[in-house]
């Protein structure tokens, strides 16, 4: 399976742009990235997904690399409630499940006030 | 809204003991999984199902089993409970994938296992 690699921390000023990076070098020309977050005490939420372009949705933005081998998340203003652990992954496509898929430990963001 | 509920928020079991975890979803998702999470390690998978009667091994499924007779429902089974599955789990549904575009993964607010 294709492995992802983000940095285990990270810390953001309230209100500020967070710029959450993901490498993933061994991407397979048909696998998407995904990227989840998890509040405390809750379980994980989809956040965004993309293939090779840059995509948008209301919570953030995923930029992805030209040679897909890294991709951003950016939360265009966090907020204190923006405080999670992200986690980027891979999912190669299929269209009848049997998918065995994996999380990594992800980044944990802190959102100073 | 999808909503996928696991049946309790903490239980606490003492070695031995055959645990049961529930977990039911209400979106007919195809797809239902099994992690644990532990801190430092992430989410691993344990088991995940991909229609009703069948099922297949995540990362670590040693020590577990599971069961899905029916589609919105999918148990997770720890046969003997033993101190090293102390540990908060979580389950997940989702569709079938469309046009190789995976369907993301709903899940439920795990539950705290404590094996004493």
């Not at chain 1, 293939?51 to 950016?74: G, P, Y």
């Not at chain 2, 195809?30 to 229609?51: A, H, K, T, V």
């Not at chain 2, 577990?64 to 979580?90: G, P």
């Amino acid at each position: 399976d294709a492995k992802t690699t983000q940095p285990n921390s990270m810390e953001s000023n309230e209100e500020e742009p967070v710029h959450l990076p993901c490498n993933h070098s061994t991407i397979s020309g048909t696998d998407y990235i995904h990227w989840y977050r998890q509040l405390p005490s809750q379980g994980p939420e989809y956040v965004i997904h993309g293939l090779t372009s840059n995509v948008n949705n209301r919570m953030a933005s995923l930029a992805i690399a030209e040679d897909r081998k890294s991709s951003t998340l950016i939360l265009h203003r966090a907020t204190l409630r923006d405080a999670a652990v992200y986690y980027c992954i891979l999912r190669a496509p299929t269209n009848f499940g049997n998918e065995k898929l994996t999380f990594g430990t992800g980044t944990r963001l802190t959102i100073i006030p | 809204d999808v909503k996928v509920t696991q049946s309790s928020r903490y239980l606490v079991k003492r070695t031995g003991e055959k645990v049961f975890l529930e977990c039911v979803q209400d979106m007919d998702h195809e797809n239902m999984f099994w992690y644990r999470q532990d801190p430092g390690l992430g989410l691993r998978l344990i088991y995940f199902s991909y229609d009703v009667k069948m099922k297949e091994k995540g990362d670590i499924p040693e020590g577990y089993s599971v069961s899905r007779e029916k589609k919105e429902r999918f148990s997770l089974i720890l046969e003997s409970a033993s101190t090293n599955q102390t540990s908060m789990y979580l389950c997940a549904s989702s569709l079938w994938g469309t046009g190789g575009n995976n369907s993301p993964l709903h899940f439920g607010n795990g539950t705290r296992l404590t094996v004493t």
